[in-house]
């Protein structure tokens, strides 16, 4: 199992410590060293688990887990220097998945984010349905309005990312991010022709669902989401 750690933590030394771990376990790893720039890079890169320092600057890291987890639903497991009743129960409340007490051992963290991470992934909707179009991420088949469309893989990550992320404007990037993965070799203009592409196969009249925000990106449209 891997997939992109965004690691958020004041302590220059143990951020770096555990981004080693994460990287030698085949995960790829972002850090941030207080609340604002975790809060930053977390809307641009739509991280697949947050690990957060409760403690942090800036922006601290009860009020970063109520942010997150408003926006999305990317796990999150959270760092404190102090256990006490009182702290884990404000930390889960606030919408951790999990809760670590420092000082910890890198390697448990990282046992610990698998955990969380099968876990969310057993419980992830294997079928997405937005206005007409259904995707059936297991079979990797789509349907619009009932009628089944082909797409190429390239095409079915990418609705993926859209249909994940109703009317959210995503940058080029983030999609490149997020359906094609860090190392696609493309440029961000290279997802304009991907965009066109998907809008053809999906039939759609004018720029709808996916509409063109210009100077930022692209949103899928929904309706009655």
């Known amino acids: 199992m891997s997939g992109n750690v965004l690691i958020i933590e004041d302590n220059e030394r143990i951020a770096d410590w555990v981004r080693v771990y994460f990287e030698r376990a085949g995960f790829s790893a972002e850090v941030a060293h207080d609340g604002e720039s975790g809060l930053a890079l977390a809307r641009r890169l739509f991280p697949d688990l947050v690990i957060l320092d409760l403690m942090l600057p800036r922006l601290d890291g009860v009020e970063l887990c109520r942010i997150l987890r408003s926006e999305s639903d990317v796990p999150i497991i959270m760092l404190t220097a102090r256990e006490t009743p009182a702290e884990r129960i404000i930390g889960l409340e ?4 999990d809760y670590i007490v420092k000082p910890f051992d890198p390697e448990e963290v ?9 876990r969310v992934r057993d419980r992830v909707q294997q079928v997405l349905t937005r206005g007409p179009i259904t995707l059936n991420e297991t079979t990797r088949s789509v349907t619009v309005d ?55 196969k999906l039939g759609q009249d004018g720029s709808r669902p ?16």
């Open 94 to 97: 606030s919408g951790s998945d």
């Open 110 to 118: 990282v046992a610990r984010a698998h955990a969380v991470l099968r």
């Open 146 to 200: 009932g009628e089944p469309v082909a797409l190429t893989q390239g095409q079915i990550a990418l609705l993926s990312t859209f249909m994940r992320h109703p009317n959210q404007v995503l940058t080029r990037y983030q999609l490149i991010c997020q359906a094609f993965g860090y190392d696609f070799d493309g440029y961000d203009r290279a997802i304009d022709s991907q965009v066109a592409r998907l809008r053809k």
């Open 210 to 225: 996916i509409e063109t925000v210009y100077g930022a990106g692209y949103r899928f449209v929904v309706e009655d989401d």
